[in-house]
């Protein structure tokens, strides 16, 4: 028996209030992380802090012209709604690429950018992880590493972030918006998750007190040239190895803006603006993306069972582009591309 108490909050200054007063509750959306993570004897929570009434279920057009999505929409409404699939079609196909129709049902906004890494050895309580018993040590750098980072790793931890929308919204340049005891505050999208440096207990700058109530992304969607590919062992259910996130604006054959976003590769979505830039003013070219995937990458090292993800990324990126570039995300380019 796992001994927690439980409390419903029927409002957003109930939710903060009773997190503010208890370090150690924890809120709970959509459970399909945070129960199997109390499951396994990862995550002891004094107290569960349930927020899925909170009206935090709308999609709405901003003043900007872009989207506010609430944090408890589940992924199942994100990626179907009407404005979602129509301007912004990489985040529908990131999400709907994640996890079963199911788990989509249930899993929220705010707990997918949330969700914890699928290191096996975190979820193994009986291992050493530095995320997990901080201070313990790693066992996945000499361990089985196959699912693990390439980029942004430390001596203390080489786990990877698993989600696929967290890597369309990086693209997007998403918001994230809070609420806590001191009050609103917004968080740009690169700065929500944190590379694990020597505390990779901490995945993201979110403080424990504070309650995620909100994520907008600007209007540009990128809904006519855009990808998101994931690859991954299986066709369903199965996190990604890489993914790749791709957003372009063409004039004619030249790249007038251009995003780029990798999942699976680390501990967050991995972004680096000298790969955008490198993109921008040049033709849409097989040379232009092969630049910009030797830009990405060009800091990535493998641990003894996942060198390959270095190709498979760089390939996974020239493909992203390709598909974006020629407007046929996901399917066999029907233009070619020089
Ligand atoms: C078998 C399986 C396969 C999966 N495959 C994929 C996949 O391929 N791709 C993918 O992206 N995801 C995948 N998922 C993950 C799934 O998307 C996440 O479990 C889900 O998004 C979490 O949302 P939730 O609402 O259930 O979060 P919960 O489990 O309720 O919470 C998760 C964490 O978020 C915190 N939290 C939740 N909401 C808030 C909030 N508003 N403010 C502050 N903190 C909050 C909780 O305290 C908890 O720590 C998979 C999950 C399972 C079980
Ligand atoms: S990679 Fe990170 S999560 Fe996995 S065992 Fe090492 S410290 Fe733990």
């Not at 694990?196 to 990128?222: I, M, Y």
């Not at 995003?259 to 232009?288: I, M, N, T």
């Not at 498979?312 to 020089?338: E, N």
Request: with cysteine.
């Amino acid at each position: 028996m796992i001994d927690f108490h439980y409390a419903r909050a029927n409002d957003i200054a109930a939710a903060v209030h009773l997190i503010a007063a208890d370090p150690t509750a924890k809120f709970i959306a959509g459970g399909t992380n945070l129960i199997d993570l109390m499951k396994q004897g990862v995550e002891h929570p004094s107290r569960l802090i349930d927020i899925s009434r909170l009206p935090l279920t709308g999609i709405e057009e901003t003043a900007e012209g872009g989207l506010r999505i609430g944090a408890l929409v589940p992924n199942a409404d994100l990626a179907y709604h009407p404005l979602v699939a129509q301007r912004y079609p990489m985040l529908a196909s990131a999400v709907l690429a994640g996890a079963s129709a199911q788990l989509r049902n249930m899993a929220s906004t705010g707990g997918n950018l949330l969700q914890r890494t699928r290191c096996y050895y975190f979820y193994d309580a009986a291992t050493p992880c530095n995320k997990r018993a901080p201070g313990s040590g790693c066992s996945a750098i000499t361990g089985l590493n196959r699912m693990h980072a390439i980029l942004g790793t430390s001596d203390a931890c080489i786990a990877t972030h698993p989600s696929d929308m967290c890597v369309a919204l990086a693209a997007l340049d998403a918001t994230v918006h809070v609420v806590g005891p001191a009050g609103a505050r917004m968080i740009a999208f690169s700065d929500f998750h944190r590379l694990p440096g020597s505390t990779p207990e901490r995945d993201t700058n979110l403080q424990s007190n504070e309650l995620v109530t909100a994520v907008t992304v600007p209007a540009q969607g990128f809904a006519a040239n855009h990808t998101y590919l994931k690859i991954r062992d299986r066709l369903s259910y199965a996190f990604a190895l890489v993914s790749v996130a791709a957003g372009l604006e063409l004039e004619g054959a030249t790249i007038t803006e251009a995003r780029l976003a990798l999942g699976g590769v680390a501990h967050k979505p991995w972004r680096d603006p000298a790969a955008e830039a490198a993109l921008r003013g040049r033709s849409a070219s097989q040379a232009a993306f092969a630049r910009a995937a030797d830009i990405l990458l060009r800091d990535a090292e493998g641990f003894e069972h996942n060198t390959f993800k270095i190709e498979l990324a760089r390939r996974a990126i020239l493909r992203a582009l390709t598909q974006a570039a020629a407007g046929t995300p996901q399917s066999q380019s029907s233009k070619k591309i020089a």
